[in-house]
């Protein structure tokens, strides 16, 4: 089963517009990943936010996390036809500190449309 | 620097016959994880290697297997192979320094399709 809820399943915008994608988890977590994958082809590592972090930039990403209220989103500025992509997020539910259960579990995605 | 590589890229199989998936991690990454990406079902976690052992494992029937070699490289073995296994296989590496897991790097997958 799905750990993560992404909303919305789809996301329609004109180049030059923000985009943003929320995710929502059930459990607690060590950490939470964004990915990016390209019509079904292998996954691209975003940014990875911790638990004990509330905010995180890279370049024209800016992804939020809270929680208390178990979501994340995920803020794509000034977007470009090349952003087109299907964006995941994968959450880690191992203990901080503890023994690490490997696996990431990750949303159904957003399906993000940026059109010239 | 190389990133996780797979291979093949497309296969096509019949039921009842068997597969091998491969997959080489970046260099200096010990741990290696399979996923499953089936439409309608999304990423599902297969199975996760690190130094050569079988560290998890994800809801999958046991005809689902694998191998880490001491290069760190894997196999991913599914026997029996039926029609709902068609999906793309996607392997990823990481450091795993535990705690947690790091941050996984994907290859660009194997798409399997079974008839």
Known sequence: SQQGEE???????????????????????????WYRQNSGRGLVHLILIRSNEREKHSGRLRVTLDTSKKSSSLLITASRAADTASYFCATDPSVAGGTSYGKLTFGQGTILTVHP | EAGVTQSPTHLI?????????????????????????????????????DEGEERNRGNFPPRFSGRQFPNYSSELNVNALELEDSALYLCASSLERGGGADTQYFGPGTRLTVL
């Not at chain 1, 923000?18 to 939470?32: D, G």
């Not at chain 2, 200096?28 to 976690?45: E, I, K, P, R």
Request: glycine share 8%; proline share 3%.
């Open chain 2, 13 to 49: 199989k019949t039921r009842g016959q068997q597969v091998t998936l491969r997959c080489s991690p970046i260099s200096g990454h010990t741990s290696v994880y399979w996923y499953q990406q089936a439409l309608g079902l999304g990423l599902q976690f297969l199975l996760w290697y």
């Open chain 1, 7 to 33: 909303d919305p399943q789809a996301l329609s915008i004109q180049e030059g517009e923000n985009a943003t994608m929320n995710c929502s988890y059930k459990t607690s977590i060590n950490n939470l990943q």
